[in-house]
């Protein structure tokens, strides 16, 4: 089947950029997504791109998207204790509501 | 809006015993969707609803079983629990033709010993 992977973690110092990685396989994707999870809480979306862009920018938050390599990044500027959580990407087809997710990257941010 | 809710929050079952774990979402949206979360796993599709009276398998629906007899409701029942569905399970929904913009509820935690 599909599959999208991400390393499960990556650790920062308080002030830094993180840029977090994802690859997928699915040829037909059209929404990639970046979802956060809070420690005992649910899936945050916090931003997704259309598979003919580029780029997506949302004020500390960059996302890259390279459709040749099949490889989507997350960058969090000047990142903050509070951005400590479990990041996911996720893919879905045309028209698909089904989200194919990956393992998730955990994000510490160290004060 | 209270957006999707889950009930229970947590849940202890027997082996064997059944239950079911409530989602509700007051947003109108046709879509809903079940999944679990395990450690190092993602989180994997269960079951999925495109409407009322729809229902469709994801890719671990086995165990469960799911209706949608409302827009609003979107049950996931356990009719025979077992040790390997001890997991959090979310659900999940979004509007029609807007399949990039999905939300998720708060998650319910399964123990099955």
């Known amino acids: 089947g599909e599959d999208v992977e991400q390393s499960l973690f990556l650790s920062v110092r308080e002030g830094d950029s993180s840029v977090i990685n994802c690859t997928y396989t699915?040829?037909?994707?059209?929404?990639l997504y970046w979802y956060k999870q809070e420690p005992g809480a649910g899936l945050q979306l916090l931003t997704y791109?259309?598979?003919?862009?580029d780029m997506k920018q949302d004020q500390r938050l960059t996302v890259l998207l390279n459709k040749k390599d099949k490889h989507l990044s997350l960058r969090i500027a000047d990142t903050q204790t509070g951005d400590s959580a479990i990041y996911f990407c996720?893919?879905?087809?045309?028209?698909?509501?089904?989200?194919?997710f990956g393992k998730g990257t955990k994000l510490s941010v160290i004060p | 809006n209270a957006g999707v809710t889950q009930t229970p929050k947590f849940q202890v079952l027997k082996t064997g015993q059944s239950m079911t774990l409530q989602c509700a979402q007051d947003?109108?949206?046709?879509?809903m969707s079940w999944y679990r979360q395990d450690p190092g796993m993602g989180l994997r599709l269960i079951h999925y609803?495109?409407?009322?009276?729809?229902?469709d398998q994801g890719e671990v629906p086995n165990g469960y079983n799911v209706s949608r007899s409302t827009t609003e409701d979107f049950p996931l029942r356990l009719l025979s629990a077992a040790p390997s569905q001890t997991s959090v399970y979310f659900c999940?929904?979004?509007?029609?033709?807007?399949?990039?913009?999905?939300?998720f509820g708060p998650g319910t935690r399964l123990t099955v010993t």
């Open positions: 999940a929904s979004s509007a029609s033709g807007q399949e990039y913009e999905q939300y």
């Open positions: 699915d040829s037909s994707s059209t929404y």
């Open positions: 609803s495109v409407g009322a009276g729809i229902t």
């Open positions: 996720a893919d879905s087809g045309a028209g698909s509501y089904q989200l194919t």
């Open positions: 791109i259309f598979s003919n862009m």
């Open positions: 947003m109108n949206h046709e879509y």
